[in-house]
């Protein structure tokens, strides 16, 4: 398996054993979902490069995690952020690869629409460097 599948793969477990975290959503989903209704989540694009060392074989993955609110201000989103980090923490090795390093990229939270259907979008990004074995 691909050190980025394997990686989305660990992370969504993670993000799904995170009990609180799960307790404020209606779904968390692999990639960006056709039809949810919020709140929800989603881990979505994953990009994979080169990284390791002599004797190490590694990969670098960008990996994008969605929250979306349907609430009037973003104060529930706020809670959801804080879960990702220690759950990502959690995330355990799957198909021979370890996550080694795991760092926040950027975040940001945005209103997402308008009118009676408005609510609160967040987009978080990491960088995860897993290696094999």
Known sequence: MSAEVAAR??????????????????????GEPGRASAPYGHVGECIGADWGGKDVEGREVRLTIGLRSADETPARLGGMIARIDPAIGQAQARDGWRIVTAR??????????????AGWRAVIDYRLRLVRG
């Not at 945005?110 to 009118?115: E, H, K, L, M």
Request: proline fraction near 0%; aromatic fraction near 2%; hydrophobic fraction near 55%.
């Open 104 to 117: 926040l990229v950027r975040s940001r939270v945005a209103r997402d629409g308008t009118g009676a259907a």
């Open 9 to 30: 793969a660990a992370v969504i477990a993670a993000l799904r054993a995170d009990g609180a975290l799960m307790d404020g959503l209606n779904g968390l989903y692999d």
